[in-house]
């Protein structure tokens, strides 16, 4: 059977290459049929009465025609070239699609460039703390004032003095009794009197020795607020000086310290120690 294929595709092959179609005789049909009006022979004069009434549209629309079965002709026999020179069978049923065209790349999006408002903002300079907001007393403790030269009072190994610190103003205060010791002491009270002068209230209270060796209360009595360190049982106050500040609150202006008072009483071996004072106006230096 693939040798009865073979033999036909040869002679298909052979018909098809010696094949050359006469175009001049399908020339002058093509004009003939222009010619006559209604693709009729000239020589029909039988039908000329009936020639006149159809519409030219008909001549032309046969010229298409022919045009086209002379076309299909042309187009078949280069089908049957095709075929014999390839010398396989179609494939039933497929038909060649040319490929569709792939869309273009979408170009790469340029890098943005920087807004100039995204600059660094420049730093707020702070401002000087309004006067309310100096009510508010300090989150760490203040530095003592160092007491002046020849002031204090001493008993034997303990001295002591008290003073108003300078970072006191007009809506705060710190008042500060200092304490050096030239001996260990095994027992230790001190005791803050701030005479109420208006708008008094505690603000917090704070000592230069560990808060766990001590306790510490805060009461009103007989027109004073009273601040009362007092050490623990089984501590002990190394010999140096120390510190015990009392802060608070009060009506605004300058505030008279004169009648605020401290005191101390201590142990140190088998002597029992005393020590007690005013404060000394607020150094303006």
Avoid: C
């Avoid at 070239?81 to 490929?99: H, N, Q």
């Avoid at 002046?148 to 809506?171: E, K, Q, Y």
């Avoid at 704070?206 to 623990?232: H, I, M, N, Q």
């Amino acid at each position: 059977m693939r040798d009865g294929h073979e033999e036909v595709r040869a002679r298909l092959r052979e018909a098809a290459e010696a094949h050359e179609p006469d175009r001049a005789r399908m020339l002058a049909r093509i004009e003939r049929g222009m010619a006559s009006p209604a693709g009729h022979p000239a020589g029909a004069a039988s039908r000329a009465g009936h020639r006149a009434t159809r519409r030219p549209v008909w001549g032309w629309t046969r010229v298409v025609a022919a045009t086209a079965a002379v076309a299909g002709v042309f187009g078949l026999g280069a089908g049957a070239v095709a075929l014999a020179v390839r010398g396989e069978d179609p494939a039933p049923g497929t038909v060649a699609v040319s490929p569709t065209p792939s869309s273009s790349p979408t170009p790469p999006t340029a890098p943005r460039t920087p807004s100039t408002s995204a600059s660094p903002t420049a730093p707020v300079t702070p401002t000087a703390p309004t006067a309310s907001a100096a009510s508010t007393p300090p989150a760490t403790p203040t530095a003592p004032t160092a007491p002046a030269a020849g002031n204090g009072v001493s008993d034997g190994p303990l001295w002591s003095d008290g003073s108003v610190d300078r970072h006191s103003n007009t809506f705060w205060a710190q008042s500060n009794v200092t304490l050096k010791t030239e001996e260990s002491l095994s027992a230790l009270t001190v005791r803050l009197r701030i005479a109420q002068t208006g708008g008094v209230s505690s603000a917090g209270a704070w000592r230069s020795l560990p808060e766990e060796d001590f306790t510490l209360t805060v009461t009103e009595d007989d027109g004073f607020l009273v601040y009362t360190w007092v050490l623990k049982e089984g501590r002990t106050v190394p010999a140096g000086t120390w510190v015990f500040a009392g802060q608070y609150d009060h009506e605004r202006g300058g505030r008279d310290a004169g009648d605020d008072t401290y005191a101390a009483t201590a142990v140190s071996g088998s002597q029992q120690l005393s020590v007690d004072g005013d404060f000394a106006p607020q150094d303006d230096d």
